[in-house]
C-alpha cells in the first residue's frame, strides 16, 4: 500500500483547503480497513482529524472539525479527500493519511495512530491569524 498526499499550502484564517490521498494497492472494496487523516504539529503526537471507514463509508470526526471539514472518497480514482474550510492557526502542521486494518471481532478505535499500517509522506497546512 502506498498513500501520497497534496494539496497543503499556506493560507488565511477562515480559509478553505482540500487535501487528496492518492492510495494504491487497496485492491479490495470489501476489504474492512479505515483511512484517515492526522495532523501532527511540531514536539506533538499525531492526532486524528478525520477517518473513513471502507466497509460501509461511516465517517468519523473529532468534536474540534466535525462541523468544519469534511472526508470523502472518490472509488474510481483510488482518492480521499479532506474538504477543509473555515481555517483556524491551530489546524497549522504536517497532515498526514494512513490505512488502518480492521480485523472482524476487534475493538477498533480510529484517533489511535499507533495502530495504522501505512502512512503517507504528508502535506504541510499552514494556517496564519
Known amino acids: 500500500v502506498q498513500l501520497v498526499e497534496s494539496g497543503g499550502g499556506s493560507v488565511q484564517a477562515g480559509d478553505s483547503l482540500r487535501l487528496s490521498c492518492q492510495a494504491s494497492g487497496l485492491t479490495s472494496t470489501s476489504d474492512d480497513y479505515a483511512i484517515a487523516w492526522f495532523r501532527q504539529a511540531p514536539a506533538n503526537q499525531r492526532k486524528g482529524v478525520a477517518c473513513l471507514r471502507n466497509s460501509d463509508g461511516s465517517t468519523y470526526y473529532t468534536e474540534s472539525t466535525k462541523d468544519r471539514f469534511t472526508i470523502s472518497r472518490d472509488i474510481a480514482k483510488n482518492t480521499v479527500y479532506l474538504q477543509m474550510n473555515d481555517l483556524k492557526p491551530e489546524d497549522t502542521g504536517v497532515y498526514y493519511c494512513?490505512?488502518?486494518?480492521?480485523?472482524?471481532?476487534?475493538?477498533?478505535?480510529?484517533?489511535?495512530?499507533?495502530?495504522?499500517?501505512?502512512w503517507g509522506q504528508g502535506t504541510q497546512v499552514n494556517v496564519s491569524s
Open positions: 494512513g490505512v488502518d486494518w480492521i480485523l472482524r471481532g476487534m475493538s477498533w478505535y480510529w484517533p489511535a495512530w499507533y495502530e495504522y499500517d501505512y
